[in-house]
């Protein structure tokens, strides 16, 4: 008797032939047009309202193309997708209905950072391009090899029942771990944030070698739930339990303001429970999805620096959404924001300091290993590229914690070059999708809760660095899901002793 799942679709051959063919050509017209079109150096202006045109037109055929070959709309590429276009793409997309207050590429008002050249911007606009162009090649060139056959040859519901059942043990060993660091930490955070506002958060000195010890097992609290959540597919409590606990969790993340921090784990469990507990309706998705994104992002956003009592007033919150004139449209407008990274990181490499071919990255990997003796720890130390960007930018805002986040678009940028960028953003398209589909094959409990709990990270990586999302891959995805490896084989030997 097989576990009851769809299957992922298996994309028509002549259809990803002919799909990757077009994105193929799309991408060398684009390079060549860079280097032989005229007005692309001498009058930019011209330009920088048919590439914002064109960014456009690219995730609309990027969510096209990937639905005619996988029939799925909901699932973790195309939300990658979805957080990369809107972070460094949203201004390009008001602008081409005329919505920016200003023109595209103004943020110095808000963000208090030196004016942009028409040049710069169009500069921008194509290395998001063609960045967002590699991305999606590699993740299509990911499907060229997926095998889907049928499941009765590979997974019995023995095996799926075992694994159910060891992603729930696993789930309750981190929760138990992870439950009071996780109370420890939210409880001092809380009463920083209503003394001081939320930008108090970042003022705070960070907690270094063994004193980090207790956020570090705080952070094991949303892979533990979604373990949990991906082994309760007949157990009612599991399921409550693991909802209420994420739920609760963003809920306090959100008056805290840190808002990426309570969406991703919230995107996360509804991708888990659409598909390993039962589907949820589509219009359930797209309402929920509008609310967080076009207000409870903006009402966090104005209120978050609010101290005391305010935080807790209705008549405080209400007003303050009131005064946004258009919520939509500032909340795309904020995301966007993210832009001015890849902008500034083209306009002071390398002039003002060299590629780094690829030490970024292997910095990144470093944070795999946890900082025992040292103050900081060394990737941090050497600067991580948000932190140098803000304080290239605005000196003052840095020394005061502030950060203008940074984005993988600019990172690859600043690691090999307008040459190297897109190579490097395809393989990470594909590898993260071959990720993806790996887990999605057939529904595995164990892979698809080790997808949940990137995922849960991951997102952030669209507006930030590498840095950020490496330790979450191996310790708080990879490290649960061997441990529910582990314990499948060892009861799988003893069975056949």
């Known amino acids: 008797m097989l576990m009851n799942a769809t299957k992922i679709a298996k994309p028509n051959k002549i259809n990803l032939v002919i799909i990757i063919s077009i994105q ?8 060549i047009f860079r280097f032989l079109y005229e007005p692309f150096t001498y009058k930019p202006e011209l330009l920088i309202y048919p590439f914002c045109c064109l960014l456009c037109g690219l995730a609309i055929w990027s969510f096209w193309s990937w639905y005619l070959l996988t029939k799925s709309l909901f699932n973790p590429y195309l939300l990658f997708f979805l957080s990369a276009f809107l972070f460094n793409g949203g201004q390009a997309l008001l602008e081409v209905f005329h919505l920016n207050e200003d023109r595209i590429g103004t943020w110095n008002i808000i963000f208090e950072t ?50 159910s059942s060891y992603c729930y043990t696993v789930g309750w060993y981190l929760l138990c ?16 944030v209503m003394a001081s506002g939320y930008n108090s958060i970042y003022l705070q000195d960070s907690a270094t070698s063994f004193s980090a010890t207790p956020k570090i097992l705080a952070d094991f609290i949303i892979p533990a739930s979604l373990f949990l ?12 339990l693991s909802v209420t606990v994420i739920v609760i969790y963003a809920i306090i993340r959100f008056f805290l303001g840190e808002r990426n921090q309570a969406v991703m784990p919230l995107i996360a469990l509804v991708w888990l429970w659409h598909n390993l507990i039962r589907p949820i309706p589509k219009t359930f998705l797209f309402s929920t999805g509008s609310l967080l994104i076009f207000i409870i992002s903006p009402l966090v956003a104005i209120t978050r620096n609010a101290t005391g009592q305010e935080r807790l007033s209705i008549n405080f919150l209400l007003e303050a959404f009131l005064s946004v ?72 805002f840095a020394s005061v914690g502030g950060s203008y986040g940074f984005s993988f678009i600019a990172e690859a940028y600043l690691n090999f070059g307008w040459i190297g960028a897109p190579i490097a953003l395809g393989m990470i398209g594909f590898l993260f999708t071959k990720l993806t589909l790996w887990a999605e094959k057939y529904r595995d409990p164990a892979k698809m809760a080790m997808v949940a709990s990137f995922l849960s990270f991951f997102l952030f990586y669209a507006r930030a660095e590498s840095a950020m999302v490496v330790r979450p891959l191996i310790w708080y995805s990879l490290i649960p899901y061997l441990g529910v490896i582990f314990l499948y084989q060892s009861s799988s030997r003893k069975f056949t002793k």
Request: with cysteine; net charge positive.
């Open 325 to 396: 004139d258009n919520p939509v449209i500032a909340s795309i407008s904020e995301m966007g924001g993210s832009m001015l990274t890849v902008a500034y990181t083209i306009q002071i490499v390398p002039s003002d300091r060299d590629f780094q071919m690829g030490a970024e990255y292997l910095y990144a990997l470093l944070t795999l290993i946890p900082n025992i003796f040292g103050k900081l720890h060394p990737t941090i130390a050497r600067g991580i590229p948000n932190h140098w960007l803000t304080e290239q930018l605005n000196p003052y």
């Open 229 to 240: 959540l991906a082994g309760s597919k007949p157990r009612t409590k599991g399921k409550l």
């Open 114 to 163: 030196p004016p942009l050249s028409e040049n710069n911007i169009l500069d921008t606009l194509f290395l998001i391009i063609i960045g967002l162009g590699t991305f999606h090649l590699g993740a299509l060139l990911s499907l060229t090899k997926l095998k889907v056959k049928s499941p009765i040859f590979n997974y019995q519901k023995t095996e799926f029942l075992l694994k």
């Open 24 to 31: 193929c050509v799309f991408l060398i017209f684009l390079i």
């Open 177 to 192: 771990i992870s439950f009071i660091p996780a109370i420890f930490v939210l409880k001092n955070t809380v009463s920083t």
